[in-house]
């Protein structure tokens, strides 16, 4: 894998166990009359009292490996804007982890649009485990008790798969993929 260097307007995270913390890696900012260095500017806190705020990279960090998401070309706004706009949020509350979390933020910053990788992702398998059990129980429900265990059990398999497949398609129905590949790709310092 060749390396990649983090630079001024990259959004970065980092893996807390189940989920992800996101923020904008912005380098030196000036703000309020005022020169901060090295910052990376994220929603801080969780529920109703978290706000963007500005920290250092090395807070943000708290020792995790940091990666860097690579957005599909030509999808971002320029790096200069990227920072002009988390900048232009700093202070601003009203944390929702289903409308306005971290990743949210962070991909607002970079495309215009808020999406959030991980709410799809969760979207997306529970509502194919849940449309799998539901399609699957009705479908043994519908059966005769005459009919073979094995064809119950395929029955039951095919039917769950449909209701997998009716999962996902409501998960993009109801929420967008974001345009980058969330696995992330991790960052050396130069």
């Not at 943000?60 to 920072?83: M, N, P, T, W």
């Amino acid at each position: 894998m060749n390396p990649v260097y983090i630079t001024p307007g990259d959004h970065i995270f980092y893996h807390c166990g189940t989920y992800e913390h996101h923020g904008i890696y912005c380098g030196d900012i000036s703000y309020k009359n005022k020169v901060y260095q090295n910052v990376v500017i994220h929603f801080e806190g969780k529920f109703k009292k978290g706000q963007i705020r500005g920290v250092s990279f090395e807070k943000f960090a708290k020792e995790h490996d940091i990666y860097v998401v690579q957005y599909k070309k030509g999808s971002c706004f320029s790096r200069s804007l990227v920072i002009e706009r988390a900048i232009s949020k700093l202070g601003e509350p009203d944390y929702n982890l289903f409308a306005n979390n971290c990743e949210h933020f962070a991909h607002w910053c970079k495309t215009g649009t808020k999406r959030c990788g991980q709410l799809h992702n969760v979207i997306e398998e529970n509502g194919g485990i849940l449309g799998a059990v539901i399609a699957g129980g009705v479908a043994v429900a519908a059966l005769p008790l005459a009919v073979p265990e094995a064809a119950v059990i395929g029955l039951a398999l095919a039917a769950g798969y449909g209701g997998r497949e009716l999962g996902k398609f409501l998960a993009n129905l109801c929420s967008d993929r974001p345009d980058y590949n969330d696995s992330g790709i991790p960052f050396f310092l130069k």
